[in-house]
């Protein structure tokens, strides 16, 4: 039951919004309220056909993507012959290995002659060798096969027998025959086969295309002028790698028998591996769970037998299965019979933990001992004052299991009270939203944009959409230099609220931002920005030390009516300075600065007695401060 509706649980949020389970935090207020109502509502009148449908329509899917990628084949063993047999090229010639119709031969000679000649031994086992005829080496040993040709070619290369064996001969191994191998029985291609002459049984079978499904890995057979030589277990190098078939060579003329299997039995529940094993009459339970790989983590020491009675003694088919318990501990001694089912039960599915959805930082499942308090505060958000303000943390809401399992007790309680509520194994939490505050949730946007200022944080935003917000890049924008600093609190074992900064230089357009993500879009550092009244302004190359007055006349210089009192420079870092044309002479203009040139909006006639009263009085102001401090050095 717990189970079934721990599935449940899992899928609601596939079936009712398609949200992701590490979406759980971002679930809506109204989300939270729907799945609160299926949970609890969870009685066979409340669940509607049509949803009941829709659950088992995707529990049907999760199942079978769940056993897509399981081996097709359920029979234990047969895909170890399911491969391509290429390597017989690179294995060195065995000793015993003898010689026989179509295999080629290499014959050299160096000292007294020198001469590299191929032969292919024919059907009567014979090479023929000029001036010497013909020479058996019919099911000789190559070292064998060595020595006879010594002799024979020594009547005409007389050092090859020389103390001194100043002449020298070496055979090697060409092409070989195939040999023909019989194979009866449970095999895929039945018959004579053509095997390589260095086969073993287990490369042989492989040749043959493998083993069939009901056909015995146990007890295969060879057969050789017929008597049975050697039977043959393979599940000892299956499971443990023990390879006690390659010193059986097979040789030309051999039967390989696999007779079909006699007893099988089945695996299923908590044993690593699920199938079916070929069992001898001799081997027990126990062994069946060696077979299988041994128990699961979540094996329980408890099983059940499905015994298929034998046609021969069954009264009807309709007890033609008996069941009975078994304690795996005690398994040695029960015997298999064939078509044997057994089942592993799992250890009790004990609740432990609770679960929390909504809008803390870290939604999931924890342990269920403790308080309300103490699981909120390890999902994060309510021990982060920033985070804190958007939770509705008056209104915690808990689910509760009752004595039927359904979720028919609703507790509502506020964080405050959190520490006096204790939790029960099973419990689902809700954590809502504080829509009060849902527009504290904010970035700030600096720099060459056109529009500084802080905007409200929506979900997924990125660096584009941010720029977006502030009217796009300003003209000096480098659009390769942009920097998101982000800011996070959190409270310290001392209680006091810590602020630490992760500035991530280089950010890219899709960036995602989290709340209190600062962008700065740094200036172009090799140009400055002339604007205003200028006959020619726009994007000047910057060049070391020049002053406003330079970028100024670089600008095509000042048009008429120009408000020559208040021109300003705005620095790269966003301040601004104001200077005048003449205070302009000696103003250094830094990589990424904007000046601009103003008009003067009540242009007034040059008034040269005006001009010259002015000087002079500025003059005899200056004269009256030099005298004033002359008194005083005196």
Do not use: C
């Not at 501990?329 to 004990?350: R, S």
């Amino acid at each position: 039951m717990i189970k079934k509706y721990t599935i449940f649980f899992s899928l609601l949020s596939v079936i009712f919004g398609q949200i992701s389970m590490s979406d759980i935090n971002k679930l809506s207020n109204e989300q939270l309220d729907l799945i609160r109502s299926e949970l609890q509502g969870q009685s066979d009148s409340s669940i509607t056909n049509d949803k009941k449908d829709n659950i088992s329509n995707v529990i049907e899917a999760v199942d079978i993507q769940a056993t897509s990628d399981i081996d097709t084949n359920p029979y234990f063993g047969y895909n170890y012959f399911k491969r391509d047999i290429n390597f017989f090229d690179n294995i060195p010639t065995p000793s015993d290995f003898k010689l026989g119709p179509g295999d080629e031969l290499t014959i050299s000679l160096w000292g007294e002659t020198n001469s590299r000649e191929k032969f292919v031994i024919n059907k009567e086992g014979l090479i023929y060798y000029e001036n010497i005829g013909f020479i058996n080496l019919s099911n000789k040993t190559l070292e064998e096969a060595e020595l006879v040709l010594v002799e024979e070619l020594s009547r005409i290369y007389s050092t090859l027998k020389d103390k001194d064996t100043t002449t020298k001969l070496m055979l090697e191994l060409g092409q070989l025959k195939s040999i023909n191998v019989y194979f009866s029985g449970q095999v895929e291609n039945p018959g004579i086969n053509l095997v390589h002459p260095f086969s073993d049984v287990f490369s042989a079978i492989i040749q043959a295309g493998g083993v069939k499904n009901n056909g015995s890995l146990r007890k295969i057979q060879i057969i050789r002028s017929n008597q049975v030589i050697d039977v043959v277990d393979f599940y000892s190098f299956f499971i443990k790698g023990e390879n006690n078939f390659s010193n059986i060579r097979i040789i030309d003329g051999d039967v390989i028998h696999i007779p079909e299997v006699s007893i099988r039995a089945e695996t299923k529940g908590e044993l690593l591996e699920i199938g079916f094993f070929e069992m001898l009459a001799s081997e027990s339970v126990l062994d069946l769970v060696n077979y299988a790989g041994g128990f699961s983590e979540r094996a329980s020491s408890y099983g059940i037998l499905d015994i298929i009675i034998p046609v021969s003694e069954r009264s009807s088919d309709d007890n033609a299965i008996t069941s009975m318990n078994l304690n795996l501990k005690e398994a040695k001694n029960t015997t298999i019979t064939n078509g044997l089912i057994l089942t592993v039960l799992p250890i009790g599915e004990v609740e432990t933990k609770v679960e929390i959805l909504g809008r803390v930082k870290f939604p999931g499942r924890y342990p269920a001992s403790g308080t309300l308090k103490e699981v909120l505060n390890l999902a994060g958000g309510f021990d982060d004052p920033l985070y804190r303000k958007t939770i509705r943390d008056d209104g915690i809401v808990v689910l509760r299991k009752n004595e039927k399992q359904f979720y028919g007790s609703e507790f509502t309680i506020p964080y405050n009270e959190s520490e006096k509520f204790n939790l029960v194994p099973g419990d689902k939490i809700f954590i809502y939203e504080n829509n009060l505050y849902g527009n504290l949730f904010s970035i700030a946007v600096t720099g060459q944009v056109n529009k500084r200022g802080n905007f409200q944080l929506k979900s997924g935003m990125t660096v584009s959409d941010a720029i977006d917000l502030a009217e796009g890049f300003s003209p000096l924008a480098n659009r390769d230099g942009i920097t998101v600093t982000e800011i996070f609190t959190f409270i310290d074992d001392s209680g006091d609220v810590i602020e630490e900064k992760n500035i991530v230089n280089d950010a890219t357009l899709d960036f995602e931002l989290a709340n209190g993500s600062v962008i700065n879009v740094v200036p172009l550092e090799n140009v400055v920005s002339v604007e205003g009244n200028v006959y020619n302004p726009g994007l000047i190359t910057y060049s070391r030390a020049k002053t406003v007055n330079k970028y100024i006349n670089l600008a095509g210089g000042p048009k008429p009516n120009t408000l020559s009192t208040k021109i300003y420079v705005k620095r790269a870092n966003g301040r601004i300075k104001k200077v005048t044309l003449l205070q302009g002479i000696g103003t250094i203009v830094k990589p990424g600065d904007t000046i601009f040139v103003p008009v003067d909006p009540d242009p007034q006639e040059f008034d040269i007695t005006a001009f010259i009263s002015d000087i002079a009085t500025t003059l005899a102001n200056i004269a009256a401060i030099l005298v004033i401090v002359d008194n005083q050095n005196n």
